[in-house]
């Protein structure tokens, strides 16, 4: 209750407010952030209440159950009790209907300090475009696709994809018969493009938590599971469920506090290509995986294993295991033999035993699926193993009495649930990734603890405060100081530019021409073993799981590695450019501020108040490069590069040829003439949203401190410092709290 006090949601927005006006406002809820920072900058000029009202859902009238799974929990451990508990938000597949490939989504986990979902729906082109590569397969000789498909995977698509156009379409069944030339041709239901690129927004009001959570799982059913029963609902239940792309789910969980973010995915018990490409582009983005078996990680499906380790994730984690995490558990409690009560003291305890040796063989498993005998150190220090048991945790927890108490008396039992230790491993990686940010609150925290113990910085900040409070001096140097910052601001937005264009000319132009030419060749040597217009589908960006054959990879293969370096040059010139920008603003605040100062006060004073706009001038400079709202660093700056790749290779390439109104002979050869400019097209593109992604940082910067908005925020801090100063100076309190913090701090992530 106390975190959503200030909670604003839409309908409290200001009505003439724009979207981009309230794009930092941090008291909205998270899902509108997300979709402020996707939109377009024509739809920021709007109206921010007239855009996203229309996208929010009401929460349903959910009956409150007795949830006597959650309120009967503390008898599991206690009376040996065996109960089936629910999952606390995510919803669970019935056995009817659950193999039909309707929603393969990933759901996002997120933190949130209320409850909040937004669903986002296929647009009508990438559902088209995934029909109509039934049409592909439906007429290609099997005969001749030995070496480019796998047969099995190809029946199960076919299976999957006729599931799909009865649902989505009013063609009915599918049938060879259907005059579909391309996927244009696919006439979708009128429901279905009713949802079609729509989003909406679930938001609870944090009130009453239990109300929300289960209005939550209550939608989360109706958008994944076929729940209704009656006959003439459920054909509309389906529509939707089938249309749905990706939903992110925010919950006030402990778990995934601290910028952690889990990627629930769809399963690999079959050969869905749609869910397969989902799984397979979360494993080139995530940091750690998470592998959960019945038993052991040695008996996973083949399929699992293969797809781990030939991921994105699989080969960034081989070559830097540091920086990644291999997350191998085994959730064994729905078996009677791991059901542990309060008399099993003996039988959790040898789980001690069993876990080292479990440990042991899935090394073992590692090593030989990575042909890496003996495992190099850092990998397997990389890779979690555990046995959890987070039922028997729950029940432990959930008994009566003193807390301290119960962890005392059940310490044993709550040390082998596996559960402390996964979550303290997560932890600590999340830590150690963080480490950066948390060296910068520890030097900010250790700077303040400096000032309050120097006598001398208390009389400066004194008399320092009476001249930023005169109205007077703040009326005659705040235009001044605009109109010096504005100047310094324009060349360095200028100069920004410059060298990002200067790295895109040369640099990217010299890696593309390399990439272009290595496609040539890749091209040349694989061409003959395409059988089918299916490898052209732009809903995979020439990614298509079916086929052993993948365009994307002919085309880039190689450029992974090279790209990296792009990114570091371009960081590493950002770097002296803002540096440069502080010393300029730095020179001209303190030449400004001189003709006030100067006469008056000594030169500790002065040096003081130095350091004390150098200090707000580098908080708003570091955070051009920060970890929050699309930073400019390598990873967004990737996430910039990928998408010119895709995009580039979706328009030159893929659409064009991805129809049947032409023989596949002809498709080859406009893909021969147009390699050279799929490729070289991407600096284009990649400048474009090098120049979109600085404007919006620069834009928030020049808000943050360099306008007159921002001069005053300036002001306004600088003010608010020197009262900090002046007023903890005797409160040793305050001073102690600072010391503890400093200590902590140092004895908790100097080795994560």
Sequence with gaps: MENNRYLKLPKDIDEKAKLEEIEEDVYLPDVVKDFIKTASETKKKECARTVIEPLCCELPEVVQRSNNSLSNVAKYFSENSRLNIEPYILSQKKRKGSYESTTKCIINLRYGTVYQMSVNYFTEEELQQQLFELVTLNGEDSSSLINETNENIKKRAQECLKVRFEILTDHGFFSNSQEIKCPKDIVLSKEVQQLAGKTELYIGNGKEVQHDRLAMQSILRQLTTNQRKKEDTVKDSRKKIAAVKQIVIYLPSKILYGGKEILEMPGTDDSDPMAMNFIETALNEVDAVIVISEFAFTITETEVKDMLFNSGFGKFWKKNPNNYKLILLAYSEKDQEWQFGKDDTKEIESLEQHEVKKREKELNSVSDLLKMNPLPEDLEKSIITACILPVLHTSILAQQGEEYRIFQDYEQFLKNTGINKLINAIDGFVASRQKTTTEKVKAELSHFHKEKHLGNITAAAKSVLNVLNNREYKGTLEPTITKNNENILILFDKSLKQMLAEVVDTKVDAILKETAEEAKINWTNNKDKIKSFAVYNPYFYGKNPVYKVKLFNLFFDGLEDKKVNIFNEIKSRIEPLLKQCKDKTLQQLMEDLNKLLVEKYDPFTLEFVQNAIGNELDGALAWYLGNIQRPFNEKTMKKCFDKSQNENLKKTILKPNFKQESSL????????????????????????????????????????????????????????????????????????????????????????
Aim: charged share 30%; net charge positive.
């Design 665 to 752: 002979a002809i498709a080859k050869q406009k893909t021969e003439v147009n390699i050279e400019k799929c490729i070289m097209d991407i600096k284009i593109s990649f400048l474009d949203k090098l120049f979109a992604l600085h404007k919006m940082r620069f834009r928030s910067l020049n808000g943050k401190l360099l306008t007159p908005k921002g001069s005053s925020k300036m002001w306004q801090r600088l003010t608010h410092k020197m009262k900090l100063i002046t007023k903890l100076k005797d409160n040793r309190r305050h001073i102690n709290i600072l010391d503890a913090s400093i200590e902590m701090m140092s004895a908790n992530y100097d080795e994560p």
